[in-house]
């Protein structure tokens, strides 16, 4: 019988003992295996993706594009030149659509849906013209004569401008203001 008191107090002894020292290896063990995970990088979006994204979530032909800070406004009119959408495409390529018209007059729109040229050529024309990064892509009509207007931020941080002929893709004017102004509102 005093043997089974010992036995059960040193069993005792040992749980009280050993349940922290278990307790604490475990958490030991635990922490060893936990990785903290690295801060998100934010992946800012091209013109080009803010372009397919913005076409994606509604289909037609883009009008304008143009980024502020980390967003890009992208106007769209639909394929038939009747309806209009203003989407804004996050850094992460997330569309949200501010404004949606189903009442546009197809015959303003006719020059933009019916051009040889879209955006995304227009940007690709001005980018083989002077590497960098599209800010902004705005199709321009309003002299009679209809361009695609190109901004491309290049590697010098000088901005140049680019016009863009809608039938051939030639660009047919190029420039670049001295000034370092980008519209990042960062």
Avoid: C, F
């Avoid at 059960?8 to 990785?35: E, H, Q």
């Avoid at 990064?133 to 931020?153: L, N």
């Amino acid at each position: 019988m005093k043997r089974t008191r010992y036995v059960s107090a040193a069993a005792s002894v040992v749980l009280i003992v050993g349940g922290p020292v278990t307790a604490a290896a475990a958490v030991s063990d635990d922490a060893a295996r936990t990785v903290t995970a690295a801060p998100a990088q934010r992946a800012d979006v091209t013109a080009q993706g803010a372009a397919k994204a913005a076409l994606k979530h509604y289909p037609g032909v883009i009008e304008s594009l143009d980024k502020d800070g980390t967003l890009w406004h992208v106007d769209v009119i639909s394929k038939d030149g009747k309806g209009h959408a203003e989407l804004e495409v996050s850094a992460s390529g997330a569309v949200t659509e501010q404004n949606r018209d189903t009442g546009e007059n197809a015959g303003e729109n006719k020059a933009l849906v019916s051009a040889k040229v879209t955006a995304e050529g227009a940007m690709k024309a001005a980018l083989a013209a002077h590497p960098g990064q599209v800010t902004t892509v705005e199709w321009d009509d309003d002299d009679g004569t209809a361009s695609w207007h190109v901004e491309v931020k290049g590697k010098d941080g000088k901005t140049w401008d680019a016009q863009v002929d809608p039938t051939t893709g030639k660009v047919t004017q190029s420039g670049s203001d001295s000034d370092s102004d980008d519209d990042n509102d960062n």
